[in-house]
């Protein structure tokens, strides 16, 4: 497998800050895009705005997706306990039974992580905290432990719970066929006018894509989506993956880093979203009756 040269070189020159640069760069493009856009858009002509900052938002909801999928590689590769060859099995991963496994962790089926890890033979301890605190203790009590692995845990089933349902990003890394726009579900008596509707739920970012339900039938439908809730579970999300590489790069080439701990991380808040519609679908054959 690998040598000690190739390990070094993966260990020493993985960019670990390469997803908060990424999620730097659009959230600050999305937040300042009106006293920026000039610098943004460069020698560009003919660029709508509306388009451009959509384009934004929806790349950032896509670049979290990409890191829930990146810390979910690295957890499965991990779970193997042969640290020196992380490169070769994340390069070589089985991702199609990963993606299953992805599924089973948004059921909570978590038990996997509290399996112990034996690092010598005195000290043993659950291969969560194996792969995101490896050989080190982070200054932690133990009661502060115990929480920052209920934290991570916890996040874990969301990140699951998210990337499970990925028909957008699909859509997104699959010739971009999806279509973005805001979306509006209201409700009024029959016969009466406009000014009777009741909003039942609205969302600023919207992805609209074509798939199959279990039948087999197409449906046209429309995820919501929120960046502020994205970048917040991204930057939770890419602080994971930070662990994950410097404690090792530590442990293996004495190199210092910054290494996080959860403890205090309160996870309702980061999950909040502003937007009261979450998902809706419409068969095709419907539409195409109430259009005729």
């Not at 993985?14 to 460069?42: P, R």
């Not at 957890?75 to 060859?85: I, M, S, T, W, Y």
């Not at 309160?266 to 809706?280: A, C, G, H, R």
Request: one cysteine or more; hydrophobic letters at 35%.
């Amino acid at each position: 497998m690998e040598t000690m040269n190739s390990l070094a070189k993966f260990y020493r020159l993985y960019q670990v800050d390469y997803w908060q640069y990424k999620l730097a760069l659009l959230n600050s493009a999305i937040h300042n895009y009106e006293s920026a856009k000039e610098l943004i858009q460069h020698d560009f002509a003919d660029i709508d705005d509306r388009d451009y900052t959509r384009m934004l938002r929806a790349e950032l909801h896509f670049t979290y997706f990409q890191m829930v999928e990146t810390l979910f590689e690295m957890v499965f590769a991990l779970e193997k306990q042969d640290d020196l060859n992380l490169w070769y099995h994340l390069s070589f991963s089985k991702w199609r039974e990963n993606y299953s496994r992805i599924q089973d962790i948004a059921g909570h089926k978590v038990g996997f992580l509290r399996e112990e890890v034996e690092l010598n033979q005195d000290v043993k301890i659950p291969l969560i905290q194996y792969i995101f605190c490896f050989r080190y203790s982070l200054n932690l009590s133990s009661a502060e432990m115990q929480r920052n692995l209920q934290v991570i845990q916890q996040a874990l089933i969301l990140f699951a719970r998210d990337f499970s349902d990925r028909n957008d990003y699909n859509a997104y890394k699959h010739s971009l066929r999806l279509f973005h726009s805001s979306q509006t579900i209201t409700i009024r008596p029959s016969g009466s006018g406009p000014e009777k509707s009741q909003v039942l739920g609205y969302a600023e970012d919207a992805l609209t894509y074509l798939e199959k339900d279990p039948k087999g039938d197409i449906r046209q439908t429309a995820k919501a989506f929120d960046p502020e809730r994205d970048f917040r579970m991204a930057i939770f999300c890419q602080r994971l993956i930070s662990n994950i590489i410097c404690t090792r790069r530590q442990y293996f080439l004495g190199a210092e880093g910054t290494f996080y701990s959860f403890q205090d991380v309160d996870l309702e808040s980061l999950n909040q979203t502003v937007s009261t519609l979450k998902k809706i679908s419409i068969s095709r054959e419907r539409r195409q009756e109430n259009n005729s």
